[in-house]
């Protein structure tokens, strides 16, 4: 008797809700909208949790990996301008190696597809080195090699994902060439989709060298990422980048 009574009440609760909602479909339409607003916030903050801080980097030895940037007046954790960033290579000795991404706003290049079709994809520009230092093993071909570095470099890495639906999964892609704006490009492998570092990308390129002019101290264009030597901590390696930006700092006035 006091289970039918307790289904007969919940009864006339739903029924007096739904006639009240009926009655005011603007308070309807906006708690719908809330609670759909609020499922969307809770899983959009789950998703960022599970990408940083629950699911591992998806790069082989992650915990040997580090960032580097260049500490300025505006603030402490700013860009990495190209020249400094040579300079590190050469007279650092905590890393395996140094390698860098360029930064950038978003949008990317016009990709053509073997039928002819274009779409934009979103690119990054990288060193040489970039995929090795992160140890990403491609799916199809092989990442950038320092053969591949120039002036003008014209090689492309594609994301598994522009591979799956530009290229219908092609195994032979490593060799072909494509077009980005228009101009051909060779294709040298494919790496994982999860390979992400910085912002979002399809393909990658090779950056351009930069020359060796005092302007480009200042321009703080890269992010960097660096991998510590067997045996080498953080603190160590922080000093002695300090000492560097410290030498580098009175080699060179700022232009």
Same mark, same amino acid.
Request: glycine letters at 8%.
């Given at each position: 008797?006091?289970?039918?009574?307790?289904?007969? $009440?919940? =009864?006339?609760?739903?029924?007096?809700?739904? =006639?009240?909602?009926?009655?005011?479909?603007?308070?309807?339409?906006?708690?719908?909208?809330?609670?759909?607003?609020?499922?969307?916030?809770? +899983?959009?903050?789950?998703?960022?949790?599970?990408?940083?801080?629950?699911?591992?980097?998806?790069?082989? =030895?992650?915990?040997?990996?580090?960032?580097?940037?260049?500490?300025?007046?505006?603030?402490?954790?700013?860009?990495?301008? *190209?020249?400094?960033?040579?300079?590190?290579?050469?007279?650092?000795?905590?890393?395996?190696?140094?390698?860098?991404?360029?930064?950038?706003?978003?949008?990317?290049?016009?990709?053509?597809?073997?039928?002819?079709?274009?779409?934009?994809?979103?690119?990054? +520009?990288?060193?040489?080195?970039?995929? $090795?230092?992160?140890?990403?093993?491609?799916?199809?071909?092989?990442?950038?090699?320092?053969?591949?570095?120039?002036?003008?470099?014209?090689?492309?890495?594609?994301?598994?994902?522009?591979?799956?639906?530009?290229?219908?999964?092609?195994? +032979?892609?490593?060799?072909?060439?494509?077009?980005?704006?228009?101009?051909?490009?060779?294709?040298?492998?494919?790496?994982? $989709?999860?390979?992400?570092?910085?912002?979002?990308?399809?393909?990658?390129?090779?950056?351009?060298?930069?020359? $060796?002019?005092?302007?480009? =101290?200042?321009?703080?264009?890269?992010?960097?990422?660096?991998?510590?030597? *067997?045996?080498?901590?953080?603190?160590?390696?922080?000093?002695?980048?300090?000492?560097?930006?410290?030498?580098?700092?009175?080699?060179?006035?700022?232009?």
């Amino acid at each position: 008797m006091r289970l039918t009574e307790r289904l007969e $009440d919940l =009864r006339s609760d739903v029924r007096l809700a739904v =006639r009240q909602l009926i009655a005011a479909p603007g308070f309807t339409s906006m708690a719908a909208l809330t609670l759909a607003l609020g499922i969307g916030v809770n +899983s959009a903050i789950f998703a960022l949790a599970d990408a940083t801080l629950i699911r591992p980097l998806p790069f082989g =030895r992650a915990g040997r990996l580090v960032m580097l940037w260049e500490n300025t007046p505006g603030s402490p954790r700013a860009g990495v301008a *190209p020249l400094n960033m040579r300079d590190w290579i050469v007279q650092s000795r905590s890393f395996d190696g140094i390698a860098y991404v360029q930064k950038g706003m978003g949008g990317g290049p016009l990709l053509t597809a073997p039928d002819g079709s274009i779409e934009t994809a979103e690119r990054q +520009s990288t060193s040489a080195n970039f995929f $090795d230092v992160l140890e990403v093993a491609p799916v199809v071909g092989r990442t950038f090699k320092p053969e591949d570095d120039g002036p003008s470099p014209r090689v492309v890495l594609l994301g598994e994902a522009v591979w799956r639906r530009r290229f219908s999964a092609d195994p +032979s892609i490593a060799g072909r060439a494509v077009r980005l704006n228009g101009q051909p490009y060779t294709v040298v492998g494919v790496v994982p $989709d999860n390979v992400q570092f910085s912002r979002p990308a399809e393909i990658w390129t090779l950056s351009p060298q930069f020359p $060796d002019v005092p302007v480009l =101290r200042a321009m703080r264009a890269f992010d960097v990422v660096a991998r510590l030597k *067997p045996g080498v901590t953080i603190e160590s390696a922080q000093a002695e980048l300090a000492v560097i930006a410290q030498r580098l700092a009175r080699g060179h006035a700022e232009p």
